[in-house]
């Protein structure tokens, strides 16, 4: 079995991953697919990707997130893969995204940190 805190760091992960594959999904875009005609042309086809992908990371959080909870304390494991999933937002957001960076942003996320590690100690 995966080491408990690796399974919440990918469930984390999968989070980030889950709310930018949500971030891009369009219905709209995929209403608009004629099917028939897009099944033989696969460019056609990617504005389901998101979808797919919301599908996939989402299914994988639930996976590694429930494998954590075996083991970690059910309110540490949920605080710390919350905490986990904030921090990698606000970084995708700040270097991937190019949203502005505050150091006020930093400071609130680090108190979210230090408090999950505090739960940590606790244990």
């Not at 079995?1 to 369009?26: D, G, Q, R």
């Amino acid at each position: 079995m995966i080491n408990p805190w690796f399974s919440l760091f990918l469930a984390s992960f999968m989070e980030v991953c889950w709310t930018y594959s949500l971030k891009a999904l369009s219905m709209q875009r995929i209403k608009e697919i004629t099917w028939a005609h897009s099944l033989g042309q696969p460019a056609l086809m990617l504005p389901v990707l998101p979808l797919l992908a919301y599908v996939g990371f989402g299914l994988a959080n639930v996976i590694f997130l429930s494998q954590a909870m075996r083991t970690i304390p059910t309110a540490t494991a949920y605080s710390a893969w919350m905490a986990l999933a904030v921090v990698g937002i606000k970084l995708v957001d700040v270097l991937y995204l190019k949203q502005p960076f505050s150091w006020l942003s930093i400071f609130y996320t680090s108190l979210i940190i230090v408090g999950v590690l505090g739960l940590r100690r606790l244990e």
